[in-house]
């Protein structure tokens, strides 16, 4: 394999002169360019991108490790990251953990081993916590997207779920509903108990008394979805609209809705969240709370750049804004001049 000492041999240069012409590092007559550049296509030249790392201590390379999940919106997301690292010249290592902690601890030192410049970490498991042991071994540069079970040095790029709650919830109480159920994810997540705090902020601004009985806690699945939709189905009175906290909830719920010979949007209503691809295909189309995945990763990927450089900035928390996406899985019940935007 040939190296800059046989380029610079055979052009009659410093091999410094051959480093200026291929990293285009400094100044270089278009003669002596010229050249280096054609003993460089006559040797096949291909530089080393592991001893360019290692001179510089810059691998271009960004870990992110997943803690696994069947729900479409992390996939959404990962896909956004992948092609905003490209756009910046970053490889991108997906390290999935398939909620293990000794994998966990596996894929870390592997990506220690392949000298990441940063990572990016989501977290979809609320049941799994990190040992001490991990928690410590996480000093590279980070941004924590959504959620992280235990507390670090990171930066925080995540949807203002409160917010989105309210909205949801609010949503429904325009369209005329006021016995309204919730499905959400396990409170040991934040962004669950923000989106039931939105609800009852809901709730009490319309004057409708909050029920415990009306909530269902869950996980970000859709079995859990069909599992508790099957229990608002029996009772007695039945809600007549169900705030699932997340599309993948409310997927589940709809299968629950048709085993039991039912119809969304008819006999029941439904709002989701999310926005995934899969929700404008159900039937009818999910009503539902947009946070954009595209957004959540660019600002992820940007602020662990800016990380990356300067190491010393201020740690960060950015909190993005969702939206309604109104569609057909929630019925209007005896309102007038109800307007949305539909998407």
Known sequence: MATMKDIARLAQVSTSTVSHVINNSRFVSDEIRDKVLAVVRELNYTPSALARSLKIKETKTIGMLVTASANPFFAEVLRSVERYCHRHQYNLILSYTDGDGERLQRNLETLIRKQVDGLILMCAESHWQLNDDISQRLQLPMVMLDWWPTALNADKVHE????????????????????????????????????????????????????????????????????????????????????????????????????????????????????????????????????????????????????????????????????????????????????????
Request: proline fraction near 4%.
């Open 160 to 343: 203002n779920s409160e917010y989105g709650g309210y909205l949801a919830t609010k949503t429904l109480i325009d369209a005329g509903h006021r016995d309204i159920a919730i499905i959400t994810g396990s409170f040991k997540k934040s962004l669950a108990l923000n989106r039931l705090n939105g609800y009852q902020t809901a709730l009490s601004q319309a004057g409708i008394p909050f029920r415990q009985d009306r909530v269902f806690e869950s996980h970000f699945d859709i079995v859990s979805g069909i599992e508790s939709m099957q229990q608002i189905l029996r009772l007695d009175p039945r809600p007549s609209a169900v705030f699932a906290c997340s599309d993948t909830i409310a997927i589940g719920a709809y299968q629950a809705v048709w085993r039991a010979g039912l119809q969304v949007g008819k006999d029941i209503s439904i709002i989701g969240y999310d926005n995934i691809e899969l929700a404008q295909y159900l039937s009818p189309p999910l009503t539902t709370i947009h946070q954009s995945k595209n957004n959540l990763a660019k600002q992820a990927v940007e602020m662990l750049l800016a990380r990356i450089k300067n190491p010393q900035l201020p740690y960060r928390t950015l909190t993005l804004e969702p939206h309604l996406v109104w569609r057909e899985s929630v019925a209007l019940r005896g309102v007038k001049g109800f307007v949305v935007t539909v998407s």
